[in-house]
């Protein structure tokens, strides 16, 4: 029985543009996710007099921490991914 023509079912096609719209969004969202949590560790470890701009020591600080965060998940990710692979 073709089940095709039927109105409830896409096909593959549209199943597949959906779950990478998903995908897409869940991508999008982890990553302001991410943006959010380094911003305030960073903003609460460098700068420690707020005002209308960063200055330089401030600005050098908050690039490092952004750095060394990004540096760490990715080590992080990275291993965990190792280890995963080990167990399978």
């Known amino acids: 029985m073709d089940f095709s023509s039927t109105p409830s079912f896409k096909g593959n096609d549209d199943v597949d543009?959906?779950?990478a719209k998903v995908q897409e969004q869940l991508y999008i969202q982890n990553a302001i996710?991410?943006?959010?949590?380094?911003?305030?560790k960073c903003f609460e470890k460098c700068v420690t007099?707020?005002?209308?701009?960063?200055?330089s020591s401030q600005q050098k600080?908050?690039?490092?921490?952004m750095?060394?965060?990004?540096?760490?998940?990715k080590i992080v990710t990275e291993?965990?991914?190792?280890?995963?692979q080990q167990h399978q």
């Open 67 to 73: 750095d060394r965060y990004t540096d760490t998940e």
């Open 49 to 55: 007099k707020p005002g209308t701009s960063l200055d």
């Open 33 to 40: 996710r991410k943006l959010q949590i380094i911003t305030d």
């Open 61 to 65: 600080c908050t690039l490092f921490c």
């Open 79 to 84: 291993s965990l991914t190792q280890r995963l």
């Open 17 to 19: 543009r959906q779950l």
